[in-house]
């Protein structure tokens, strides 16, 4: 690991914008890859009813292309802040530090997830950032890229905010960004590969599933949560079947 920060440090600009594409592309490709393995392998449990998904078009290829750019560009950015000290790493922490480190950042931007969606749904920021995602209520893999450029970047500058603040382990971090992805493609997947028994385990049925924020995309008052159903169990905003 060592070896590749220091790779990471002295590298040319130009292959750190590179390699920060790069990554986001393949997250993208991957997203879709898997999700749409996931899609045909549990096509029998459609999260959304028994009306066909539209067609992917021009304008969520268009979206998509953009949010990879910007998650890049945040890629990047935050690259350059490590580079200049602004966000510093840990990358000699055990086992027990790291999972520790992992919790805390999955619990942390859950909450400030959280409150930037509520946010994102005031009527204003709504019409002007939100609506563009929830135009499409029946997800499928890519919905989770079909956003507004400004919310794209909001995610990532408050990611980067984060680090900022707060030394997060190389690994621990790593562990995090990749639960972020799979919690975003679970959500889109526009299938429930989850037995319906999982909403009565204990402590599971906290966890966001993909019927959760499918539910969000078909009624725009519940289910504002990212990982958890925590704070929508909070403020009340889970609908009755779900709080039985
Ligand atoms: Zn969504
Ligand atoms: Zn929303």
């Not at 490709?29 to 067609?55: C, N, Q």
């Not at 520790?100 to 969606?117: A, E, Q, R, T």
């Not at 609506?131 to 890229?145: A, G």
């Not at 990611?159 to 889109?188: E, I, K, P, R």
């Amino acid at each position: 690991m060592d070896t590749f920060l220091t790779f990471l440090r002295g590298a040319p600009l130009w292959l750190l914008a590179l390699l920060a594409l790069a990554e986001n592309t393949a997250i993208l490709l991957g997203t879709v890859g898997i999700g749409g393995w996931l899609a045909r392998r549990f096509g029998d449990r459609p999260v959304v009813g028994s009306d066909a998904v539209p067609p992917v078009d021009a304008t969520q290829v268009m979206l998509a292309a953009s949010t990879v750019f910007l998650n890049s560009l945040v890629t990047f950015l935050g690259l350059l802040l490590w580079r200049s000290g602004s966000i510093r790493i840990r990358v000699d922490a055990g086992v027990a530090a790291t999972l520790l480190d992992f919790l805390l950042l999955v619990f942390v931007m859950d909450v400030c997830m959280y409150v930037l969606h509520r946010v994102a749904h005031f009527p204003p920021f709504f019409r002007m950032i939100h609506r563009t995602h929830h135009n499409y209520d029946s997800p499928r893999p890519l919905t989770l890229f079909v956003l507004n450029p400004l919310e794209a970047l909001s995610f990532g500058l408050l990611w980067l905010a984060l680090l900022c603040c707060y030394d997060a382990t190389w690994l621990g971090m790593s562990l995090y960004l990749a639960f972020n992805v799979l919690f975003g493609l679970v959500g889109h997947v526009g299938v429930e590969p989850l037995p319906d028994s999982w909403k009565r385990l204990p402590l599971l049925r906290y966890v966001s599933t993909s019927s959760f924020h499918a539910g969000h995309h078909r009624d725009e008052g519940y289910n504002f949560g990212f990982y958890t159903l925590i704070w929508d169990r909070m403020f009340g905003a889970l609908p009755r079947t779900l709080c039985e």
